[in-house]
């Protein structure tokens, strides 16, 4: 899996946009940046992932910048409820089945 | 809409004891693990299976052992606890198109 640089905490206001970013200067071609995150006392959660077209769903959204060198998970109106660690991971489709989770970013939402 | 689900919550056991976590997914992915995290650490796997009457092992595998009798259900056991398996264990599914892992929501285990 290619190295992620994410930093190690943030804040946002209740309502407005959280914009996460990842460093992955040394992304192969054949590696799919993913999101997760970890609410306190919950388990890992999926957010989305993407290879090299911006992504939405019902959680996100994902940026991936034309050379594929970094990201930003974009919460669009973030919760009390969306305080966690998020967790960039970069990886191929036939990397095994182990996640390997970094620092991550520490998000605090606050009202 | 369940996910993946495990059983118990909480265990407080003896060492030495025997005990058996339960998962199981209804979302019929082949592949499925488990991982383990202490206090303030990374996710660490324990054993993984990419279907049925499938199964190896990952990082930490020493202590338990796995079976993998059907789809749903992956169960890890516990053979002889010990005080450093005191962990919070959680088990994952992978959608085999996406790659993405679906986790339950953990069986906290102390081990005294």
């Known amino acids: 899996d290619a190295k992620t640089t994410q930093p190690p905490s943030m804040d946002c206001a209740e309502g407005r946009a959280a914009n996460l970013p990842c460093n992955h200067s040394t992304i192969s071609g054949n590696e799919y940046v993913y999101w997760y995150r970890q609410i306190h006392s919950q388990g890992p959660q999926y957010i989305i992932h993407?290879?090299?077209n911006n992504e939405t769903n019902e959680m996100a959204s994902l940026i991936i910048t034309e050379d594929r060198k970094s990201s930003t998970l974009i919460l669009p109106h973030a919760t009390l409820r969306d305080t966690a660690v998020y967790y960039c991971?970069?990886?191929?489709?036939?990397?095994?089945?182990?996640?390997?989770f970094g620092g991550g970013t520490r998000l605090m939402v606050k009202p | 809409n369940a996910g993946v689900t495990q059983t118990p919550k909480f265990q407080v056991l003896k060492t030495g004891q025997s005990m058996t976590l339960q998962c199981a997914q209804d979302m019929n992915h082949e592949y499925m693990s488990w991982y383990r995290q202490d206090p303030g650490m990374g996710l660490r796997l324990i054993h993984y299976s990419v279907g049925a009457g499938i199964t190896d092992q990952g990082e930490v595998p020493n202590g338990y052992n796995v079976s993998r009798s059907t789809t749903e259900d992956f169960p890890l056991r516990l053979l002889s606890a010990a005080p450093s398996q005191t962990s919070v264990y959680f088990c994952?599914?992978?959608?085999?198109?996406?790659?993405?892992?679906?986790f339950g929501d953990g069986t906290r285990l102390s081990i005294l």
């Open positions: 994952a599914s992978t959608d085999r198109a996406t790659r993405a892992q679906h």
């Open positions: 991971i970069v990886r191929a489709h036939n990397a095994g089945n182990m996640l390997t």
């Open positions: 993407g290879l090299k």
